[in-house]
């Protein structure tokens, strides 16, 4: 069974400043995920990984497959930005996810 | 953007009754998801479903959980008779195979 954890688990930033959101989890996967949760409760996904290094906007998601370990950095924060994110991973053989326990992000004007 | 659509986004109903949630994944993926979060917990895996047949299910998912692609489009799940533990946002999932997944709104649900 794959354990993910995440940190920090409560993040507060001033607008502007550069986020990283931390995961790592226990046994070799074949894709990580991050997700975003807004307040209303609905799930998007942001990134998909098996390697290296994906950006899209403001967000740059890195993996370290040799050290179980994966990075969601967000560059100039916005309010917007306020959510949960969510580290999730599949496993090799299937396509569930198995999910950390999330990173609740608050960016303050 | 394709979507995936969940019906109701919230219901309330006794402990004991029945309830059925409604999905329309996405029109050309393969593989159906349901995913469940108690409030305040993290997102767990209930039940996965490919080629008309459920391929995996979790210890949460017991013989009061069931499954269902009743005519192509929509993925239901229904829970036979509630509990209050039941109480907690049920998400449908839907992908194509090794490629991102989408998740629906969620339907919240409510046992009293």
């Known amino acids: 069974k794959n354990e993910v954890e995440q940190s920090p688990q409560n993040l507060t930033a001033q607008e502007g400043e550069f986020i990283t959101i931390n995961c790592s989890y226990s046994v070799g996967i074949s894709a990580l995920h991050w997700l975003q949760q807004h307040p209303g409760g609905g799930i998007v996904s942001l990134f998909m990984?098996?390697?290296g290094k994906k950006k899209h906007g403001r967000l740059i998601a890195t993996i370290n497959i040799q050290e179980k370990h994966s990075s969601l950095h967000i560059t100039a924060s916005h309010p917007r930005d306020s959510a949960v994110y969510i580290c999730a991973v599949t496993n090799f053989g299937n396509e569930k996810l198995t999910f950390g326990t999330g990173t609740r992000l608050t960016i303050i004007p | 953007e394709p979507e995936v659509t969940q019906t109701p986004s919230h219901q309330v109903t006794q402990m004991g009754q029945e309830v059925i949630l409604r999905c329309v994944p996405i029109?050309?993926?393969?593989?159906f998801y349901w995913y469940r979060q108690i409030l305040g917990q993290k997102v767990e895996f209930l039940v996965s479903f490919y080629n008309n047949e459920i391929s995996e299910k979790s210890e949460i998912f017991d013989d009061q959980f069931s499954v269902e692609r009743p005519d192509g489009s929509n993925f239901t799940l229904k829970i036979r008779s509630t509990k209050l533990e039941d109480s907690a946002m049920y998400f449908c999932?839907?992908?194509?195979?090794?490629?991102?997944?989408?998740f629906g709104e969620g339907s919240w649900l409510t046992v009293v």
């Open positions: 999932a839907s992908s194509d195979e090794g490629n991102t997944i989408y």
């Open positions: 029109s050309n993926h393969l593989y």
């Open positions: 990984l098996s390697s």
